[in-house]
């Protein structure tokens, strides 16, 4: 694969690694306001308990912020090997993998660039023994050569498979050129080359620095006692341990262009992307999380609704990535034998055409009551997408702020800020937001050439 | 929001081993495997049913954890009721139905503009529509949804047929699809469910507005059909469900079309292009009501599910794998269908995961499972049956599905039960029983022809 990044600030930003005092443990989460069901042990581990009647199963979760190419010197893809090898650890004879496959259930990890999730989904019974598995593995971590291998076999075979998925590669290129450094400017699944520079050692003092439990969430939803698990979180607590902050996100000087040969896809596509507001202005995420509704949900969105009845072979999607400072609004387009010039065109004629200014109050209140119901089927169909949401808006550090924080009448932080959203307060954060240049990224079938460096100018005078 | 979870770019941590690892278990000694407790059942909502008197089921599970609620309108319209010179009218007929428009905008459009899902899926005896919406829109899609099934915009069937003939050309090249229509046309010959779902580019192509129309006209009644609501339902939404219900035309359906006893085995080849040869093995099988359905889910459960019922269904949101390895369990349909579907992936190639299938079902039908055996199969049943039920629309289903079982609603709690008392008799009993007669579809990569 050929890789080069255009325009990009070539500036490094290393961050101190700050090691907190004893009393810092429960640092990131000290200051948060905790959804209800919330609490907060005496080694810092936030546990989030949702007891829910709509199905017969409980979502399992731990959340860790951790940066997802480690702490210090960057070793891009070092999260997803730790929290593989977390799941294949034996720990009395049985991994995770084990423990769940027993059961029939389901297990997820997910690494975002500031977090690890190891989610499992079992049938209720056994919750409990799942419950014990999961802490017991992600706070007590012992892996050894063996575990080790078996994850590096397991990247190897992702990083290979992530090749082929267009709409992640775009999507990682373009928080690349928007971000200067961090665990935002790489992608988490690393590459084939820097698994090569993770030594065991190196993943024993990620865990030892990052698995640590002021660092992270255990969320239970489901048909499960939250008395019950309250009590098995705490049997379980490891000691107290210091936090390590990651370092922060550092956006570049100036939105960056990057394009990227892929040989391992017939596809060709285009991301742009914008920083929006710190999860901290919960209005204007709010305002962000319906912009990207109204514009870009598939099937629904005006400008993907533009865009395929014009172009039925393009695929658009796109979200508001709600994160602790700042946000980020982000496109992609792809298709097969598709010119990157003229998808960047589309996407910005289409955005324009479709943000002139504030919608019609009749418009606005139609568009609002789908938002709703968007939000609550993403954000409330499973106990897994519930316990996610606990999950990534504690790591943000606003779990009240959680999407899932409500119930049937709508109560909640939430809701609150969705009903408090006005035609005009919309229209002034799509200017505040997205009238800049955005950073833009490409994927090309083919090697690229210089003059395939898509750019984009701002959409209406921005910076 | 939060960042949406990306789709796995391989295959996810399956909670029970594919078919030929599977199949590897079962012949290996079973000494590592510990006996297991039979699980403790889990909970479902309650729920209740009532039959309203033009005949039409009505299954409410009210739950109170958001204020959105899921549909299933089960319509007794499904790929068995079509004749085999028609296989694929169902699907179009669905089609047509979502492009009705209710006061100027279709039933589709409607339910996308107050951020609603609405689709359908074919069943082997029903087409299912599904809504998921806020309960206060409930009445108004649901209105628009059966007013568009009793008068379907007839100008909307030349579209809905174009975008069906799409997806049975597409089919065509399905390895997945190939195989099991192989399974299928000797299992349910002389029938619409012989056919993929889609049906076939031939006769699709040939269907009239007459025929979209009758189809409809024939199936959409109150005798036989299933409304199923679980969710956030209140009192007023519960009053227009029942109205809008109540008005279903009265009268039943023709009764679908049964399949065939297969007496022997058969072998089916076909090319198409792909890069290594893909196998279904297909068996006769119990039906979801018949004494045998908890153990043949028990000896699934052993051999490697694949995925749940709805794994290969066709349907507005769904679409056939072109990957899918593991057993198959269609038991709605009469008689039930048994596959397992094997590619050339892993070592020794597709011969030796067949050889692996055939040793393990032999060693079903003739030996007794040790406990442990059984046991391990039995908790890996029981979870594959409460891990179905993760969402509203998966509970309305299972209450629908169930409603219309010799037991009623009971069905939901006395399955899991059965399961938890199988005994290795039953496995080996039902394996000898239905184990039997394979009929093994076989695709070849084109260039190898």
Same mark, same amino acid.
């Given at each position: 694969?050929?890789?080069?990044?255009?325009?990009?600030?070539?500036? %490094? *930003?290393?961050?101190?690694?700050?090691?907190?005092?004893?009393?810092?443990? @429960?640092?990131?989460?000290?200051?948060?306001?905790?959804?209800?069901?919330?609490?907060?042990?005496?080694?810092?581990?936030?546990?989030?308990?949702?007891?829910?009647?709509?199905?017969?199963?409980?979502?399992?979760?731990?959340?860790?912020?951790?940066?997802?190419?480690?702490?210090?010197?960057?070793?891009?893809?070092?999260?997803?090997?730790?929290?593989?090898?977390?799941?294949?650890?034996?720990?009395?004879?049985?991994?995770?993998?084990?423990?769940?496959?027993?059961?029939?259930?389901?297990?997820?990890?997910?690494?975002?660039?500031?977090?690890?999730?190891?989610?499992?989904?079992?049938?209720?019974?056994?919750?409990?023994?799942?419950?014990?598995?999961?802490?017991?593995?992600?706070?007590?971590?012992?892996?050894?050569?063996?575990?080790?291998?078996?994850?590096? #076999?397991?990247?190897?075979? #992702?990083?290979?498979?992530?090749?082929?998925?267009?709409?992640?590669?775009?999507?990682?290129?373009?928080?690349?050129?928007?971000?200067?450094?961090?665990?935002?400017?790489?992608?988490?699944?690393?590459?084939?080359?820097?698994?090569?520079?993770?030594?065991?050692?190196?993943?024993?003092?990620?865990?030892?620095?990052?698995?640590?439990?002021?660092?992270?969430?255990?969320?239970?939803?489901?048909?499960?006692?939250?008395?019950?698990?309250? @009590?098995?979180?705490?049997?379980?607590?490891?000691?107290?341990?210091? !936090?390590?902050?990651?370092?922060?996100?550092?956006?570049?000087?100036?939105?960056?262009?990057? /394009?990227?040969?892929?040989?391992?896809?017939?596809?060709?596509?285009?991301?742009?992307?914008?920083?929006?507001?710190?999860?901290?202005?919960? @209005?204007?995420?709010?305002?962000?999380?319906?912009?990207?509704?109204?514009?870009?949900?598939?099937?629904?969105?005006?400008?993907?609704?533009?865009?395929?009845?014009?172009?039925?072979?393009?695929?658009?999607?796109?979200?508001?990535?709600?994160?602790?400072?700042?946000?980020? *609004?982000?496109?992609?387009?792809?298709?097969?034998?598709?010119?990157?010039?003229?998808?960047?065109?589309?996407?910005?004629?289409?955005?324009?055409?479709?943000?002139?200014?504030?919608?019609?109050?009749?418009?606005?209140?139609?568009?609002?009551?789908?938002?709703?119901?968007?939000?609550?089927?993403?954000?409330?169909?499973?106990?897994?997408?519930?316990?996610?949401?606990?999950?990534?808006?504690?790591?943000?550090?606003?779990?009240?702020?959680?999407?899932?924080?409500?119930?049937?009448?709508?109560?909640?932080?939430?809701?609150?800020?969705?009903?408090?959203?006005?035609?005009?307060?919309?229209?002034?954060?799509?200017?505040?937001?997205?009238?800049?240049?955005?950073?833009?990224?490409?994927?090309?079938?083919?090697?690229?050439?210089?003059?395939?460096?898509?750019?984009?100018?701002?959409?209406?005078?921005?910076? | 929001?939060?960042?949406?979870?990306?789709?796995?770019?391989?295959?996810?941590?399956?909670?029970?081993?594919?078919?030929?690892?599977?199949?590897?278990?079962?012949?290996?000694?079973?000494?590592?495997?510990?006996?297991?407790?039979?699980?403790?059942?889990?909970?479902?909502?309650?729920?209740?049913?009532?039959?309203?008197?033009?005949?039409?089921?009505?299954?409410? #599970?009210?739950?109170?954890?958001?204020?959105?609620?899921?549909? $299933?309108?089960?319509?007794?319209?499904?790929?068995?009721?079509?004749?085999?010179?028609?296989?694929?009218?169902?699907?179009?007929?669905?089609?047509?139905?979502?492009?009705?428009?209710?006061?100027?905008?279709?039933?589709?459009?409607?339910?996308?503009?107050?951020?609603?899902?609405?689709?359908?899926?074919?069943?082997?005896?029903?087409?299912?529509?599904?809504?998921?919406?806020?309960?206060?829109?409930?009445?108004?899609?649901?209105?628009?949804?059966?007013?568009?099934?009793?008068?379907?915009?007839?100008?909307?069937?030349?579209?809905?047929?174009?975008?069906?003939?799409?997806?049975?050309?597409?089919? !065509?090249?399905?390895?997945?699809?190939?195989?099991?229509?192989?399974?299928?046309?000797?299992?349910?010959?002389?029938?619409? *469910?012989?056919?993929?779902?889609?049906?076939?580019?031939?006769?699709?192509?040939?269907?009239?507005?007459?025929?979209?129309?009758? *189809?409809?006209?024939?199936?959409?009644?109150?005798?036989?059909?299933?409304?199923?609501?679980?969710?956030?339902?209140?009192?007023?939404?519960?009053?227009?469900?029942?109205?809008?219900?109540?008005?279903?035309?009265?009268?039943?359906?023709?009764?679908?079309?049964?399949?065939?006893?297969?007496?022997? #085995?058969?072998?089916?080849?076909?090319?198409?292009?792909?890069?290594?040869?893909?196998?279904?093995?297909?068996?006769?099988?119990?039906?979801?009501?018949?004494?045998?359905?908890?153990?043949?889910?028990?000896?699934?459960?052993?051999?490697? $599910?694949?995925?749940? /019922?709805?794994?290969?269904?066709?349907?507005?949101?769904?679409?056939?794998?072109?990957?899918?390895?593991?057993?198959?369990?269609?038991?709605?349909?009469?008689?039930?269908?048994?596959?397992?579907?094997?590619?050339?992936?892993?070592?020794?190639?597709?011969?030796?995961?067949?050889?692996?299938?055939?040793?393990?079902?032999?060693?079903?039908?003739?030996?007794?499972?040790?406990?442990?055996?059984?046991?391990?199969?039995?908790?890996?049943?029981?979870?594959?049956?409460?891990?179905?039920?993760?969402?509203?629309?998966?509970?309305?289903?299972?209450?629908?599905?169930?409603?219309?079982?010799?037991?009623?609603?009971?069905?939901?709690?006395? %399955?899991?039960?059965?399961?938890?008392?199988?005994?290795?008799?039953?496995?080996?009993?039902?394996? $000898?029983?239905? %184990?039997?007669?394979?009929?093994?579809?076989?695709?070849?990569?084109?260039?190898? @022809?």
């Amino acid at each position: 694969m050929h890789r080069s990044a255009c325009g990009a600030v070539a500036a %490094l *930003f290393f961050a101190a690694v700050f090691v907190a005092a004893p009393d810092d443990a @429960r640092a990131p989460a000290a200051a948060a306001v905790l959804a209800p069901g919330g609490s907060t042990l005496a080694d810092g581990l936030t546990v989030q308990v949702r007891q829910l009647r709509s199905s017969p199963t409980a979502a399992i979760e731990v959340w860790l912020g951790v940066p997802s190419d480690g702490y210090g010197e960057s070793k891009p893809g070092i999260a997803r090997l730790a929290a593989l090898a977390v799941a294949y650890e034996a720990f009395n004879g049985k991994s995770l993998r084990d423990v769940t496959r027993d059961d029939s259930g389901q297990l997820t990890i997910t690494v975002y660039p500031a977090s690890s999730e190891i989610a499992i989904v079992v049938p209720s019974y056994d919750a409990t023994s799942v419950e014990r598995a999961l802490l017991d593995r992600v706070f007590h971590p012992s892996i050894d050569a063996k575990a080790f291998a078996a994850a590096r #076999q397991r990247l190897a075979a #992702q990083q290979a498979a992530y090749l082929g998925a267009t709409d992640l590669v775009l999507r990682d290129a373009v928080f690349s050129a928007l971000f200067a450094s961090g665990a935002y400017h790489v992608s988490p699944y690393g590459a084939a080359g820097s698994l090569n520079e993770i030594s065991l050692d190196d993943l024993r003092a990620f865990l030892t620095t990052g698995y640590v439990p002021g660092n992270g969430i255990f969320v239970v939803a489901g048909d499960v006692n939250p008395a019950a698990v309250a @009590r098995i979180a705490a049997s379980r607590a490891p000691l107290p341990a210091a !936090v390590t902050p990651a370092a922060p996100a550092v956006l570049s000087a100036k939105p960056g262009a990057t /394009i990227i040969g892929n040989a391992e896809t017939d596809r060709s596509g285009v991301a742009l992307a914008w920083a929006g507001p710190p999860i901290s202005d919960e @209005r204007a995420a709010t305002a962000m999380d319906f912009l990207s509704d109204y514009l870009l949900r598939p099937a629904y969105g005006v400008v993907s609704m533009a865009i395929a009845a014009k172009n039925p072979g393009i695929n658009v999607s796109g979200e508001f990535v709600t994160l602790k400072d700042p946000g980020v *609004f982000y496109v992609t387009a792809s298709g097969s034998n598709v010119d990157t010039g003229t998808m960047v065109a589309l996407l910005r004629g289409a955005m324009t055409r479709a943000l002139p200014g504030p919608m019609s109050e009749s418009q606005f209140a139609r568009a609002i009551q789908a938002y709703r119901t968007h939000a609550l089927r993403d954000n409330s169909d499973s106990a897994q997408a519930i316990a996610d949401n606990f999950g990534w808006y504690f790591i943000h550090g606003a779990p009240a702020y959680s999407p899932s924080a409500t119930d049937a009448a709508l109560s909640g932080d939430y809701f609150a800020q969705v009903s408090s959203l006005t035609p005009q307060y919309v229209a002034e954060v799509a200017r505040r937001y997205l009238s800049s240049a955005p950073a833009t990224a490409a994927v090309t079938p083919r090697a690229p050439a210089a003059a395939d460096v898509p750019r984009a100018s701002p959409t209406r005078g921005g910076s | 929001m939060r960042e949406r979870r990306s789709p796995p770019v391989t295959a996810p941590e399956r909670s029970a081993p594919r078919a030929a690892g599977a199949a590897r278990v079962l012949l290996a000694a079973c000494a590592a495997l510990g006996l297991i407790a039979a699980a403790p059942p889990a909970h479902f909502a309650p729920a209740s049913t009532q039959q309203l008197q033009n005949g039409v089921r009505l299954v409410m #599970q009210p739950i109170a954890d958001t204020p959105l609620v899921a549909v $299933q309108l089960f319509i007794p319209a499904g790929l068995a009721q079509q004749a085999s010179n028609e296989a694929g009218v169902a699907a179009v007929a669905a089609e047509t139905v979502l492009r009705t428009a209710e006061n100027g905008q279709s039933v589709a459009a409607l339910a996308a503009a107050s951020g609603a899902s609405l689709s359908y899926t074919l069943d082997p005896n029903d087409t299912r529509y599904s809504i998921e919406c806020r309960s206060q829109d409930l009445p108004s899609l649901l209105k628009a949804l059966v007013a568009a099934l009793n008068r379907p915009d007839a100008s909307q069937i030349s579209v809905a047929r174009a975008k069906v003939l799409g997806v049975a050309a597409d089919t !065509v090249k399905n390895p997945v699809a190939a195989a099991l229509a192989m399974v299928r046309q000797v299992n349910y010959a002389d029938s619409g *469910f012989a056919y993929p779902d889609a049906g076939r580019p031939e006769t699709v192509a040939q269907l009239t507005a007459a025929q979209v129309t009758r *189809f409809l006209s024939d199936h959409f009644r109150a005798g036989g059909a299933v409304v199923s609501i679980s969710g956030y339902v209140t009192g007023p939404t519960l009053d227009a469900v029942k109205q809008i219900a109540s008005s279903l035309p009265s009268g039943s359906p023709p009764a679908p079309a049964e399949g065939k006893a297969v007496a022997r #085995q058969h072998q089916v080849v076909a090319h198409r292009s792909v890069d290594q040869p893909w196998v279904a093995i297909g068996y006769q099988a119990p039906t979801q009501f018949s004494r045998d359905f908890p153990a043949m889910l028990v000896v699934e459960a052993l051999l490697g $599910q694949g995925g749940d /019922i709805h794994a290969l269904s066709f349907g507005s949101e769904a679409a056939l794998p072109e990957d899918f390895v593991g057993a198959y369990y269609q038991y709605q349909a009469q008689p039930g269908a048994f596959i397992v579907f094997l590619n050339g992936a892993g070592p020794g190639g597709v011969d030796s995961s067949i050889r692996e299938l055939q040793l393990a079902i032999a060693r079903l039908r003739v030996q007794k499972l040790p406990t442990s055996l059984v046991d391990h199969g039995r908790r890996l049943a029981l979870g594959d049956y409460f891990m179905s039920v993760q969402t509203l629309a998966d509970d309305a289903w299972l209450l629908g599905n169930a409603a219309r079982s010799p037991q009623g609603l009971a069905y939901v709690d006395d %399955l899991p039960s059965a399961i938890a008392r199988v005994t290795s008799s039953d496995i080996r009993r039902v394996a $000898q029983r239905y %184990l039997t007669h394979e009929t093994l579809g076989v695709v070849l990569p084109a260039s190898g @022809r």
